[in-house]
Structures are given as structure tokens and as C-alpha cells.
């Protein structure tokens, strides 16, 4: 079971008062990832296309680039932060203004929007899904956050799917959240932006304390910075950003947020899966994104879907994923 803080902020958010970023960088899996993204936060979350951000640390492809133009997102060039560890060119995002909007939601690119998220249950400055799995371990983060020379927070706990034992508790740090989705209010986000820049560049520096999980080393370090600032930070439910990695059925409600790690076919639409709440979500994801497909590349016959997958290995899927 989910233990959870009750530090609370004044007031919810209101739709329109949000900012929604991501960062998209060079890799094969990001191309073929931005599409749906875009398409269903428009389509699917009804997120006005003023209030899209796509940051990138390259050049954008010149199809993705028309299509922002043609869908009028904001773009922005960023530099790129480490190239050791690319997951934290998303702290770049943290520097851009996002004039007149009270908060902002960091995303990756691999994820999709199934519906509206309810921004009004966000009560915190700061808040996040809790790590899907117990990486790093708690232990890890004891010796980071002593090291650090930082106090210990309270423990938070969450559960991940067991093959053998269902469901099994494991405990973490507030803040350490999976680095798919974070929300936060645009008068910290500077602020945080700031000791998270620093906190991941003193981890890279010490990155042995993190061991065989040095990969999760913007996680760890948001986490760090957060719990450094004092800030209130809130939990999200698992449909916020629910993961379609793990064999895990949806722990209550319809998920609205979708993680899929790059589980694309050819055409960037998602492998099905097998729990009914989220398939019913999968076919809304994937008509919208065939919409679009039709609508913004038919008539470049295929050649830019191509570029994107000829010659890069497709990802293997789990054997819980459904075919096709």
C-alpha cells in the first residue's frame, strides 16, 4: 500500500493556467515518440497548442519542425547538459520563463495522453509518481543523501508487480519520482532548476555511490534537490504516469497518462496490452495517432516514418504485450 504526505498548498490548478514541456533529443526512439506525443496531448488532453513546449538539445528534424510550425507549439533550443547521461537534459527545461502560466508539467517524450489529467488533485508545488521499482534502493539513496551531507526524509512506500509475489511494498524518498512527469509551480521552478542543475553535477561527479543504477542519475538528483529545498512535495497516482513496461494492471481508475518506453510498431502506434482499462486507452491513443499520420505524413509516402526505423533495431516487447 501507498503511504501518503499531507502537506497541502493553497488552491488547485486550473487547466489553462499550465504549461506542458518536453525535450526531445537525437535518438531513434525520440523521432518516432514525439508524434504521438504532441497529437495526444492536443487531441486526447485537450492541451491548447500555446501552452505545448518542445525543447531540444538538436536540431529538429525538418518534418517534426513543419509539424510544430503547422500545430503553432513553441519550440526552444537548449544546450545539452551531460552526454554521459542524456535523461538530464531535462533540467534545461527548468530555465525556460513560461510567462503567464501558474505551473508547469515536465514530461518525456514516451509518454501519452489517454485523457485530461485532473490538475485539480495537485495540491503541492511539487509532485510526481513515485519510482516504479525500487531503483536505486533505499540503501543507495541513505548513502547519497549522507554523502551529501543531507538529513535522511521520511520514508515513502509504493509496491511493484512481482512474478512470483503479486504485489511487493519497498520504500523510498519523497521526490524520488519516475522522471516521466513532473509537475511543478512556475514560482519554483527556477529555483529548483537550479539545485537540480547542481545536484546532478555533483552526483556525476561521485557517480559511484550510485552503482549499477548511475543511469537514474536525474531522478536521484531531483530528489536531492527537492528534499535540499525544504519544498512540500506531493504523490501522484499510478494513472498520472502509468507504465507499459511492467506487467501491472491499472491500480483503480482509467490511466490518462501513458508511459510506454518506446513499445511502438513501425507506424508509432503502442502495442496493446493486456489489462481492459488500458486497452480501452490504447485504442483512443492509437486512432489519434493514425489520425495524424494520415493527416500530416500521407503525402510524404512514407519516407519520413522510414528514416526513423530503417536500420535501427527494433525494441524487443515482453511476452505480456499483446501482438498487434
Same mark, same amino acid.
Given at each position: 500500500?501507498?503511504?501518503? *504526505?499531507?502537506?497541502?498548498?493553497?488552491?488547485?490548478?486550473?487547466?489553462? #493556467?499550465?504549461?506542458?514541456?518536453?525535450?526531445?533529443?537525437?535518438?531513434?526512439?525520440?523521432?518516432?515518440?514525439?508524434?504521438?506525443?504532441?497529437?495526444t496531448a492536443i487531441e486526447l488532453a485537450h492541451?491548447?497548442?500555446?501552452?505545448?513546449?518542445?525543447?531540444?538539445?538538436?536540431?529538429?528534424? *525538418?518534418?517534426?519542425?513543419?509539424?510544430?510550425?503547422?500545430?503553432?507549439? %513553441?519550440?526552444?533550443?537548449?544546450?545539452?547538459?551531460?552526454?554521459?547521461?542524456?535523461?538530464?537534459?531535462?533540467?534545461?527545461?527548468?530555465?525556460?520563463?513560461?510567462?503567464?502560466?501558474?505551473?508547469?508539467?515536465?514530461?518525456?517524450? #514516451?509518454?501519452?495522453?489517454?485523457?485530461?489529467?485532473?490538475?485539480?488533485?495537485?495540491?503541492?508545488?511539487?509532485?510526481?509518481? &513515485?519510482?516504479?521499482?525500487?531503483?536505486?534502493?533505499?540503501?543507495?539513496?541513505?548513502?547519497?543523501?549522507?554523502?551529501?551531507?543531507?538529513?535522511?526524509?521520511?520514508?515513502?512506500?509504493?509496491?511493484?508487480?512481482?512474478?512470483?509475489?503479486?504485489?511487493?511494498?519497498?520504500?523510498?524518498? *519523497?521526490?524520488?519520482? %519516475?522522471?516521466?512527469?513532473?509537475?511543478?509551480?512556475?514560482?519554483?521552478?527556477?529555483?529548483?532548476?537550479?539545485?537540480?542543475?547542481?545536484?546532478?553535477?555533483?552526483?556525476?561527479?561521485?557517480?559511484?555511490?550510485?552503482?549499477?543504477?548511475?543511469?537514474?542519475?536525474?531522478?536521484?538528483?531531483?530528489?536531492?534537490?527537492?528534499?535540499?529545498?525544504?519544498?512540500?512535495?506531493?504523490?501522484?497516482? #499510478?494513472?498520472? %504516469?502509468?507504465? &507499459?513496461?511492467?506487467?501491472?494492471?491499472?491500480?483503480?481508475?482509467?490511466?490518462?497518462?501513458?508511459?510506454?518506453?518506446?513499445?511502438? #510498431?513501425?507506424?508509432?502506434?503502442?502495442?496493446?496490452?493486456?489489462?481492459?482499462?488500458?486497452?480501452?486507452?490504447?485504442?483512443?491513443?492509437?486512432?489519434?495517432?493514425?489520425?495524424?499520420?494520415?493527416?500530416?505524413?500521407?503525402?510524404?509516402?512514407?519516407?519520413?516514418?522510414?528514416?526513423?526505423?530503417t536500420g535501427t533495431p527494433q525494441q524487443p516487447?515482453?511476452?505480456?504485450?499483446?501482438?498487434?
Open positions: 500500500m501507498r503511504v501518503w *504526505p499531507k502537506n497541502l498548498r493553497n488552491g488547485p490548478i486550473d487547466a489553462a #493556467d499550465v504549461a506542458w514541456s518536453c525535450v526531445v533529443d537525437d535518438k531513434p526512439e525520440i523521432w518516432s515518440s514525439i508524434v504521438p506525443w504532441l497529437a492541451i491548447e497548442p500555446s501552452q505545448i513546449h518542445v525543447h531540444h538539445v538538436c536540431a529538429l528534424e *525538418p518534418e517534426i519542425a513543419e509539424l510544430c510550425l503547422a500545430l503553432e507549439v %513553441n519550440t526552444h533550443r537548449i544546450e545539452p547538459f551531460d552526454p554521459n547521461y542524456p535523461h538530464t537534459n531535462k533540467i534545461g527545461q527548468c530555465a525556460t520563463a513560461f510567462a503567464g502560466v501558474r505551473a508547469v508539467v515536465l514530461t518525456d517524450v #514516451d509518454v501519452v495522453f489517454a485523457g485530461s489529467p485532473p490538475l485539480g488533485e495537485v495540491q503541492n508545488p511539487i509532485a510526481g509518481k &513515485l519510482v516504479d521499482l525500487p531503483k536505486p534502493p533505499i540503501e543507495i539513496l541513505r548513502q547519497v543523501f549522507a554523502f551529501a551531507s543531507l538529513p535522511f526524509p521520511r520514508t515513502c512506500t509504493n509496491e511493484y508487480p512481482h512474478s512470483e509475489a503479486g504485489r511487493v511494498d519497498f520504500e523510498t524518498f *519523497p521526490g524520488n519520482y %519516475n522522471g516521466g512527469l513532473y509537475v511543478i509551480d512556475r514560482e519554483h521552478l527556477a529555483r529548483i532548476g537550479e539545485a537540480w542543475a547542481y545536484w546532478a553535477r555533483w552526483l556525476i561527479r561521485h557517480i559511484h555511490l550510485l552503482g549499477r543504477w548511475a543511469k537514474h542519475v536525474d531522478q536521484v538528483s531531483f530528489c536531492l534537490a527537492a528534499n535540499q529545498l525544504r519544498t512540500d512535495m506531493g504523490l501522484l497516482e #499510478d494513472a498520472w %504516469n502509468f507504465p &507499459l513496461h511492467l506487467k501491472m494492471a491499472p491500480d483503480g481508475e482509467e490511466p490518462f497518462i501513458l508511459h510506454h518506453h518506446a513499445l511502438l #510498431d513501425d507506424q508509432r502506434r503502442l502495442r496493446g496490452a493486456s489489462a481492459p482499462r488500458v486497452r480501452s486507452a490504447l485504442a483512443r491513443v492509437n486512432g489519434v495517432i493514425e489520425d495524424y499520420e494520415r493527416r500530416f505524413f500521407a503525402e510524404r509516402g512514407g519516407s519520413f516514418r522510414q528514416s526513423l526505423t516487447f515482453p511476452d505480456w504485450v499483446a501482438s498487434p
